[in-house]
Structure formats: structure tokens, C-alpha cells
């Protein structure tokens, strides 16, 4: 059997129509694909402009990862990367159903995450270059973009780190009677991190604003999520009393209403949810990672399910965009992207009189 038949088999038979919680909780790990006549009445309800423009951000994150893979092989990025090219219907979906001031806090594959924020490419990739105009001043690098102005408190290169952070934001928004929210993201691994567990314990108890994503792209490093955990990511949700729902992560509409419909009941005061998109990683971990524990099917049939083309097919069928328009929208998103590389090689370095700027032990 191979690895990419072995893993079909468990996400369709033994995981799918387990649903646990109570009637008022809505609680289920069952996977429901949204049909076509659904798709259409949730775009319709949304503005074309901005749906054009959230096609056109997938094109500008997988172009953006692509160029930082490129710049990379040459040697111009140093540090690590982590590239989320195949997964961009999450950050798709989540921007289109929230709130500009409800925070973000990402993790280390956050490139996309940043720019569901709102991030601008060029200064993202000056960061990455080290220029002293990038995000974080050109210190922080690929892990690291923040743009607090944007509510986007950045990313965390601790495994399920930014959970217990997301916990205090959302507590500080109850004490100050806020109506925005905390979007926690992580990965599948971090699913399995002592953090994870304590901060839906602490939003559960205190029902916090914060919805916790995963995007369970079906590894963490080499390690199939599938064998390190005996139940789902969103079957941890009832452990919390909290409602845990799963969706289609390659498709930004699936993505949309789960993130719409979590977003109501969190901002009602209904306390935390638990999303676990589905999704996967074209590209391997990191910089170093030769692929051994997956087979070139496996990634194959999920290129079959490639979110950008899945996500134009959707407007194209509510009459949102005509045929020749997907192509236009991926042509800006590549073009933006060379003319942010050209920007941000002008851009200074930092000096190294600033070096300690930012450094705060006395
Ligand atoms: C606490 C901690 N343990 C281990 C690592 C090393 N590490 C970095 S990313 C990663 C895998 C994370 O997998 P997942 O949470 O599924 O996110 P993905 O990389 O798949 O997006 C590991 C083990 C780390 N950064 N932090
Ligand atoms: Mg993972």
C-alpha cells in the first residue's frame, strides 16, 4: 500500500462521520464538502472587488514563496524558510470572513498568514533580504513578520507557541469589552505541544475570544499527523467543551463559512472555537528535506486539489469572473512580485551603529 493510499483510507472510513459534542455545540470532525449551489450564494453575499482581490493575494503568497525559494538556491536568503505553496485557501478564507482588528498570531509557516493581514510583499520581502525597511527592520527574516499597526502580532518559530499567547490576548480583549478576536494558527504538530492543551483549557474556562486554526497539512517535518495522534485535531475541541469542526482547507469557501460561523459565536460572547483545515505542503519542510516520507503520488492527488485554480473555478461559476480573468489576476500578483524583489534590493542593510536598537536588557 502506499503512503498516499494508506493516508486516503483513514481520512475517509475511520474518520469521517465521527461527531461528538451536544445539539447547542455544534461539533463535527465530519468533512462536508460545500456543493456548487452553496458556493454561489456565500460569494454572492461578498463584493466582487474583494473577491477578485483575495484570488489575486493566493497568486501574490505562492509567487512570493516561489521567487524567496529561487533567491534562496542562489544564496541571497540566508537563515531557514518554510513554504506554504499548496495551502493558500486558508489565508484566502480567513481574510475574507474577519474583522481588520481582529489580531493574528501565526507561526513559522506564516509568509501567506502576513499577507491575510494585509502585509505588503515588498516590504515582506526586504525582511527576508535584510534590509533595514523590511517588517522587522530586517532582523526577524522569514519567521518573523509583524506589522502590529495591521493587528498582525507576528509569527512564532516555537512549535505551538503563539497558543497560550492567543489565551492572555483573548483575555485582555474580555477585560477591556472588545468585539474583535484572536485568530491563533498553527500546525498539526503543534496539536500534540503541553501549549496547545493549556490554551484551549484557559479560552475554554474563561470563553475567550480565540479562534484556534489548525492547518493540519498532514506532516510536521517528516512525522504523518495521521500516526501521531489517535483522533483528529478537531476532536480535541470536546476535551474543551468547545465546538471543533473540520473543513476542506483547499477550499477557500469551505474556509469562509466555518471561519464566518465561528467568528459570530466567538464575537457573541459564545467563547473559543477549534478549526482544523485540511490541507497539504507541496514543498518539503524546510530547506533541507528530500522528501523520503511521502511518495510523488501523494503529493500528485493533492495537486489535483490545488486551491488557486479550485477557487477561480468557484467565481468563474458564480459569475464573478470571466475566463480570461484568473490569468490577469495571477500576471499582477507575479509582476508585484519581481517589482518587490527590485525594491527591496535598493533597500539599506541595517547599520551596524542600530544593532542594539530593539534590545531592551540593560
Ligand atoms: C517546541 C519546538 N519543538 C520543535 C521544533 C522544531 N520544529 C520546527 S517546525 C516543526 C514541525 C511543526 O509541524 P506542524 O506544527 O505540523 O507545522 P508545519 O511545519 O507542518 O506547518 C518542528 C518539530 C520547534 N521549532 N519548536
Ligand atoms: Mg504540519
Redesign the pocket.
Known sequence: MTNAKHRGDRSHSRRSGASVGTADRPQSTELKPIDDAAAVAVLRELPAERLVATLEMMWRIRAFEEKVEELYSLGRVHGTM?LSIGQEAVPAGWSLALREDDYLLS???GHGHAMGKGAQADRMMAELLGRQTGYGRGRGGSMHIADVSKANLGAN?????GIPIAAGLGLAIQMRRGSNLVLSI?????AN?GGFHEGLNLASIWKLPVLFLC?N?Q???SMA?ELAMKVTVAEHASAYGMPGVRVDGNDVVAVLSAVTEAAESIRAGGGPWLIEALTY?YRG?SKSDRNLYRTRDEIAEWRDRDPIPRFAARLEAAGIIGADEAAAAEKRAREEIEAAVAWAETQPEPRCEDLLEGVYAE
Open positions: 518554510h507561526h513559522h509557516r518559530g516555537i512549535v505551538g507557541g498553527f500546525g498539526d504538530g503543534a505541544q492547518e497539512n506532516y510536521a517535518m499527523s505542503r519542510h
